[in-house]
């Protein structure tokens, strides 16, 4: 990728032209992994080998936690990390990811809600 400065030097062909590759790029593997893990250290989240977790993301196929299989688009994982730390812990389904965190968050309520029942 050009500097600002030298980007600030180029045509409008030649920013169409970079930009045509980049796309391209994004669409490769490689450009795939490097913008979801892109993502998930956008959203705060820490782990020791960011490409092992990718792996793990592309060949999970059900939840870590109650099992439910996932849609072939991959669109229903979630990336379970902590919000405190950043610690990345398991591919979840949305349901399980957002249960965790109302546990995070008020687990006293959580264990009322549990004794109600
Ligand atoms: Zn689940």
């Not at 590759?21 to 490097?34: E, F, N, S």
């Not at 020791?48 to 688009?73: A, H, I, W």
Request: net charge positive; proline share 3%.
């Amino acid at each position: 990728m050009p500097t600002k400065e030298a980007r600030a030097k180029m045509t409008p062909e030649q920013k169409a032209e970079i930009s045509r590759k980049d796309k391209l790029y994004q669409k490769t593997p490689k450009g795939k992994m490097v913008r979801t893990i892109s993502s998930w250290k956008g959203r705060g989240m820490i782990c020791d080998d960011y490409e092992s977790v990718y792996q793990r993301y592309l060949t999970s196929t059900n939840c870590e936690c109650c099992g439910k299989e996932y849609n072939k688009n991959q669109m229903d994982k979630h990336m379970d990390h902590c919000h405190k730390t950043g610690k990345f812990r398991n591919i979840l389904c949305r349901n399980c990811n957002q249960l965790r965190g109302h546990i995070d968050k008020d687990y006293k309520l959580i264990m009322k809600l549990i004794t109600m029942c």
